[in-house]
């Protein structure tokens, strides 16, 4: 393992418990009947432990939107075209997109990283260019990276989420954007949770029952080629993963070293979560997941990490769009915390008194 | 029934199918795969056929407010004295409330309004003062309310949403507070839900076992004593209901019959939108479930209703606090479909093509 990924590692600290126990006491003095705005205050209390303050605040937001192909698509694993990627990255471009559109709503800015497409878009302005490889190779031939690669990427998230920290980042969501990217997932998924594929590989952006079949088959092939180690997350990586998995899987470790909370998005971002997770199980600490997507594997991944989501909205975009709204509720848990009055302030009679 | 409840009652037409058409044929045209953001495009989509316009918009919020006191609470089934409910007027006043805090953050405004409170609160500023009587009755010696209070507090309910409506008004959310209204809501759901009291009861601000099955047979003594009429909403909110829960009955009617969208908070609120439905079912349509609270009784309300909640956080406060989480989503799915790119605007290849 490079220097900065075992450093960001060796960051990772267990929870703040004195900033959580100060910030269920408040809670417990606010007026309200105790526990009656349920995950809001568990929310909040969880905020306290990450940012080691009994008053945290997710002011400063950032979504980071990893983009990269995947060379499986030559199975035909996607319903869409791999050319829609760097198409894609135009219209986050031009803020036509859908976490464009929400990113402004919650007040949040939106970083898009070219961290592997497959297209030529280094004229592109306003996305970091950060290409390790023009897309993943076919996990059908063999390993979909070589482990330089894979490494390369997740320390890629890890000094963007490092330099987003350093601008001013209260909380921070992932996104992701790559045709072809839930197959990466949900063979990452089948491998690290020990499932068949056939049980956590869904329709991705819309395959019918023959297109499922065939990615499933595809999986199958794929893992049985490059046998992954399950016990051992940067083979996963690098043998059937993704360049923006391991980017996100950067982007966790990075935050959760600073002690900033991580909204995990749907599949593709569980997929980097697990990543993560098998990197440092202590990252899991940092992790909320805004919402459950679609994708049959994201509540399987989110059940084996422990995760349990804010939101189940029928969502299967990616893009950071679950995580999005997420963040608002994060935001919504704080102001709750630090500016609703207490029984004492307001003169409320309190519960047997 | 009133001139004014008659004439409201009558102006709530059909959803507006052409504009849900168009809606519809707008989000396939957006950027993302076909239905990817699930219950987002749905909700865009029935809120263009409520305020019939294609690009539905939900700029101008209010949450509604009603507080009342209920003279159930003589026997004993609140884990709160009677006088929090005043108390908690003067918090919301001063806007240390968790229902203030929400707004803030959303951008809508609290209309609070005294339709009920025991205490004379005559002099706090910044409030409605509409008070019919200083609270109900208690509904285990007679009927909660007379005939003419329960067809004044819906007419008070029109009336408020009404000026709403004149001062500029895309979406209005429903709010309560008033010790003693969980009991008088589990009444009502019972009653027209046709359930069993003890299925649809739940701990309110915070129960015990033994003050559970107090309030279940409280609520066991006033409906054998009453016989409410569960084919006629009239005579229930009468006997066995509230004076804020006619209220909001009377904001959802004046709000559909303004073909303004009605976010349904909680128990007290599922309370007022089967009141509502039981006088004029096509108001159902105008109806969006915010959440699903812990009370047991509000699923068993929202089956019936036919509505499917938004969110499920493990909330039970009332206020409207679970609305207005709602409304902030309604928000987004309004703008993700007015300013979403569709493909051929951002050069994005389509599904296929």
Redesign the interface.
Known sequence: MSNLINETIQNIQPLNKVAMDLAKERQDS?????G?????EELSILLAGIQANPRPQVKRKAVIVMVADHGVVAEGTS???Q??TA??V??FV?G???I???S??IGARVVVVDIGVAADISDYAGILHKKIAPGTQNMCKGPAMTLDQALRSIETGIEIVNAEIQKGLDIVSTGDMGIGNTTASAAICAVITRKTPDGVTGRG??LDDKGLAKKVATIDRALALNKPNPADALDVLAKVGGLEIGGLAGVILGAAAHRVPVMIDGFISGAGALIAAGLCPQAKDYMIAGHVS?EPGHKTLLDYLGLKP????????GEG?GAA?GM??A??SC??LS???TFA?????????
Do not use: F, W
């Open positions: 606010l007026t309200k009947p105790t009656c705005l349920g995950r809001l319903a869409y075209p050319e829609v198409q894609m135009l219209n031009h036509g997109a859908a464009n559109v929400i402004r709503q952006t819309g679609v804010l939101l189940d909205l029928n969502m299967r975009l769009t709204l608002e509720l935001e919504t102001c709750i500016e609703m009055a302030e307001a003169g409320v009679s309190n519960k047997g008194e």
